[in-house]
């Protein structure tokens, strides 16, 4: 069965600090995708990134990043020098081929409040 | 603009009075789905479609319905809601049932149940 856990429930930082967001996975396929949603206080959910199992080379997307690990079923995302505007809840998600594609399997999510 | 829409955005209701959300997609998109969101538990999936008259369900369908007639709407009804559906509810899109294109989210639906 699949699973995404996102032990971090809630995280406190200060501006301009780093925060690293962890989420780890399980499924039984090798292909599969793993995906991260930021859930601002307005409530709808925007796309961050998509990786599939195929692709273990980290991504940087300006002051975001992200680390794939297979080996450690993990995919990690950092904000650097993190601002106001970062503090939402991050969902992080897995689909795979046992569903035939068909569905996210979501964690429970990061509160990540960051304070000026 | 490209979106999902939902309507409507917020709905207090009492139990057993029959409603429906609508969903509305404006991308020419195969697959629909809906989630519904709660605190601790995350999204979970209630039913999928992935095109006109093809719908499935998801990891939690009980006590709704839904139906494809069209491409672009996918409507959640919920013919006698309970207490236990009061949720935030999100209508989803993507391209093809490929899981390499990500889903879009409607704005989101949250439901009182009295």
């Known amino acids: 069965a699949q699973k995404v856990t996102q032990a971090q429930t809630e995280i406190s930082v200060v501006e301009k600090e780093d925060v690293t967001l962890d989420c780890v996975y399980e499924?039984?396929?090798?292909?599969?995708?793993l995906f991260w949603y930021k859930q601002p206080p307005s409530g709808e959910l925007v796309f961050l990134i998509r990786?599939?199992?195929?692709?273990?080379q980290n991504e940087i997307s300006g002051r975001y990043s992200w680390n794939f690990q297979k080996s450690t079923s993990s995919f990690n995302f950092t904000i650097t020098a993190s601002q106001v505007v970062d503090s939402a809840v991050y969902f992080c998600?897995?689909?795979?081929?046992?569903?035939?594609?068909?569905?996210?399997?979501f964690g429970t999510g990061t509160r990540l409040l960051v304070s000026p | 603009e490209a979106q999902v829409t939902q309507n409507p955005r917020y709905l207090i209701t009492v139990t057993g009075k029959k409603l429906t959300v609508t969903c509305s997609q404006n991308?020419?998109?195969?697959?629909m789905s809906w989630y519904r969101q709660d605190p601790g538990l995350g999204l979970r999936q209630i039913y999928y479609?992935?095109?006109?008259?093809?719908?499935d369900k998801g990891d939690v369908p009980e006590g709704y319905k839904v139906s494809r007639k069209e491409k672009r709407n996918f409507p959640l009804i919920l013919e006698s809601p309970s207490p236990n559906q009061t949720s935030l509810y999100f209508c989803?899109?993507?391209?093809?049932?490929?899981?390499?294109?990500?889903?879009?989210f409607g704005p989101g639906t949250r439901l009182t149940v009295l």
């Open positions: 989803a899109s993507k391209l093809g049932q490929s899981s390499y294109n990500e889903q879009f």
């Open positions: 499924t039984r396929d090798t292909t599969y995708y």
């Open positions: 990786r599939n199992s195929f692709d273990e």
């Open positions: 998600a897995l689909s795979d081929e046992n569903t035939g594609f068909q569905k996210l399997v």
């Open positions: 991308m020419n998109h195969e697959y």
């Open positions: 479609s992935m095109n006109v008259e093809v719908t």
